[in-house]
């Protein structure tokens, strides 16, 4: 790394001022946090959103994809990748884009389920990830399960491969409900207007301490949450500086945009590995996996992956769970009846007990509304691989080494052709022949192929038991789900904070 580059003469030599000022835009604070948005709205002001029939709401697409000089001109067509994807990207086979998030500027976008299939499942080994999207993450996770490659991905990949498998993952589903019961009570005890998102943030994160790393970690919460949210807002500004400058520039500036978060996460991952090794034993699946390492290889696992592995954890295991949960919760305010059905569903199945995973295939409703959430808002919006030697796809598309493929889960799950009345919210097709009958890659909100989501059976079943769990006991309203828009930076999440309201509901009889 070369240390204090950005400011430095180097980085002023190395690009355009316009450039470098479009980069320091977005590294500094100029984007809108959420956490300072939003947030002065009182009860009273809070229009009656059922009544007015509001659509989930979704940028309006523009006429023309932009090109490289409207991305420089305009950069903050960058800071929300979805708005820019023009009206017949959601629809057609494939489009060619020549934006600033791919190398060189070009890139196809990839729109039909049997190429996905080919490039993430059949032929995987020839669509590696997308350097300049590692470029973006490496820094921050280094070599842990998500940003990995070869033979040591495929070593980690091995060794927690068992562990979050569905039958391993139900044996956290008490930690999901005693955290979703503390989460609900929190909340009523309040009784005044919270952030919903905030406090999914921190359901999912006390769940990931003790199921993932065995630490209590309520403590640390808001610097992790702040940690990640400051990073997160710093991806316009990594994507851009990814897109268009030279690799070892890129590197450095990238490196020290997140230098401040990888720190903190640093001092919390080494904290946490101190806590495991003083206990007694441990079940947690990060301790599962050391003890796997050792199995398999006859040695522990290093300070430095183990470190990269906590970071990867709680950054992919806690805010994409928060986020889809936090979309169910404004989607469900638009859908005061789904939020009724689904309350009609768990009091039958547990009328006055808390929820077990065994209760899980009996609610099939509450399920579909996370599927339909995750249709309408994936967490993973783009994802990203590089063409390795020329190929050919199923379906005749030709794509050149070295082409960037973008396959975009927002584009795929709003596509006319699959999907009917795509941008409105009906759990119900989850439920009928309309999914079943969809193409298998049609829908893929945790990927798919070799490197699919390893946290996905965990993820749902967190998510249905602490939905469940709130449908129990509150009745919760989100007052400005009418000022809500889509912002895709590393994970797809609201543009401001959820303001809510929960109240006690009538115990079941
Ligand atoms: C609703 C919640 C979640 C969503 C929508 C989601 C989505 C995804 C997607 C789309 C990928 C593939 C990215 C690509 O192919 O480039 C992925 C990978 C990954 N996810 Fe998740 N995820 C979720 C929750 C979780 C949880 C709870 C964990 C851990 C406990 C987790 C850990 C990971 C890891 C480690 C990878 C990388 C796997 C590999 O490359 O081998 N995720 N996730």
């Known amino acids: 790394?070369?240390?204090?580059?950005?400011?430095?003469?180097?980085?002023?030599?190395?690009?355009?001022?316009?450039?470098?000022?479009?980069?320091?835009?977005?590294?500094?604070?100029?984007?809108?946090?959420?956490?300072?948005?939003?947030?002065?709205?009182?009860?009273?002001?809070?229009?009656?959103?059922?009544?007015?029939?509001?659509?989930?709401?979704?940028?309006?697409?523009?006429?023309?994809a932009p090109g490289l000089t409207a991305t420089l001109i305009r950069p903050h067509l960058l800071s929300n990748l979805i708005a820019s994807y023009p009206h017949d990207w959601y629809d057609g086979d494939f489009h060619e884009f020549r934006i600033g998030i791919a190398a060189a500027g070009r890139g196809t976008v990839v729109n039909h389920p049997d190429t996905?299939?080919?490039?993430?499942?059949?032929?995987?080994?020839?669509?590696?990830?997308?350097?300049?999207?590692?470029?973006?993450?490496?820094?921050?996770?280094?070599?842990?399960?998500?940003?990995?490659?070869?033979?040591g991905w495929r070593q980690a990949r091995k060794l927690a491969a068992p562990i979050f498998q569905h039958s391993s993952v139900r044996d956290f589903a008490p930690i999901f409900v005693a955290a979703a019961q503390r989460s609900v009570e929190r909340v009523l005890q309040r009784g005044e207007i919270f952030s919903i998102d905030r406090e999914m943030t921190q359901v999912t994160l006390e769940v990931i301490g003790e199921a993932i790393l065995s630490a209590d970690l309520s403590d640390d919460i808001e610097g992790i949450a702040g940690t990640v949210t400051g990073t997160l807002e710093k991806f316009p500004a990594m994507f851009l500086a990814a897109a268009l400058l030279p690799p070892r520039i890129r590197d450095a500036f990238l490196e020290r945009l997140v230098l401040a978060g990888r720190r903190q996460?640093?001092?919390?991952?080494?904290?946490?590995?101190?806590?495991?090794?003083?206990?007694?034993?441990?079940?947690?699946?990060?301790?599962?996996?050391?003890?796997?390492?050792?199995?398999?290889?006859?040695?522990?696992?290093?300070?430095?992956?183990?470190?990269?592995?906590?970071?990867?954890?709680?950054?992919?295991?806690?805010?994409?769970?928060?986020?889809?949960?936090?979309?169910?919760?404004?989607?469900?305010?638009?859908?005061?009846?789904?939020?009724?059905?689904?309350?009609?569903?768990?009091?039958?199945?547990?009328?006055?007990?808390?929820?077990?995973?065994?209760?899980?295939?009996?609610?099939?409703?509450?399920?579909?509304?996370?599927?339909?959430?995750?249709?309408?808002?994936?967490?993973?919006?783009?994802?990203?691989?590089?063409?390795?030697?020329?190929d050919i796809t199923p379906t005749g598309l030709p794509l050149k080494a070295g082409r960037t493929v973008l396959i975009s889960p927002w584009l795929m799950h709003r596509h006319r052709r699959y999907w009917q009345e795509p941008d409105r919210f009906v759990p119900e097709r989850f439920l009928t022949q309309e999914s079943t009958a969809q193409p298998r890659y049609a829908y893929l909100p945790f990927g798919g192929g070799p490197r699919v989501c390893i946290g996905a059976s965990f993820a749902l079943l967190?998510?249905?038991?602490?939905?469940?769990?709130?449908?129990?006991?509150?009745?919760?309203?989100?007052?400005?789900?009418?000022?809500?828009?889509?912002?895709a930076r590393i994970v797809l999440r609201p543009n401001r904070r959820l303001r809510a309201m929960a109240s006690k509901r009538r115990p079941a009889t």
């Open 1 to 64: 790394m070369i240390p204090h580059l950005a400011g430095s003469a180097l980085l002023e030599r190395a690009m355009p001022v316009h450039m470098e000022k479009t980069l320091r835009h977005f590294a500094g604070n100029s984007c809108p946090d959420p956490s300072s948005v939003g947030n002065d709205m009182a009860l009273q002001d809070a229009p009656d959103i059922s009544s007015q029939k509001l659509k989930p709401a979704r940028p309006r697409p523009p006429r023309r």
């Open 265 to 390: 996460l640093d001092v919390f991952a080494r904290r946490i590995i101190k806590r495991a090794h003083e206990r007694e034993s441990g079940n947690s699946l990060l301790t599962r996996m050391m003890d796997a390492s050792r199995a398999d290889t006859g040695h522990e696992m290093s300070l430095a992956q183990v470190r990269d592995e906590v970071a990867t954890f709680l950054l992919a295991g806690h805010e994409t769970t928060a986020t889809t949960l936090s979309w169910a919760w404004y989607l469900l305010t638009l859908h005061p009846e789904a939020f009724e059905r689904m309350q009609a569903e768990v009091d039958a199945v547990a009328p006055n007990r808390p929820l077990t995973a065994e209760d899980v295939p009996a609610l099939p409703y509450t399920r579909a509304v996370l599927d339909e959430t995750l249709r309408l808002y994936p967490i993973v919006a783009n994802i990203m691989r590089t063409t390795l030697a020329d």
């Open 462 to 487: 967190e998510a249905v038991l602490i939905l469940g769990t709130y449908a129990q006991h509150a009745n919760i309203r989100v007052l400005n789900a009418h000022n809500v828009r889509p912002l």
């Open 116 to 151: 996905i299939r080919h490039i993430l499942v059949s032929h995987s080994d020839n669509f590696p990830k997308d350097t300049n999207q590692l470029a973006i993450l490496r820094p921050l996770l280094g070599d842990g399960l998500l940003t990995a490659s070869g033979p």
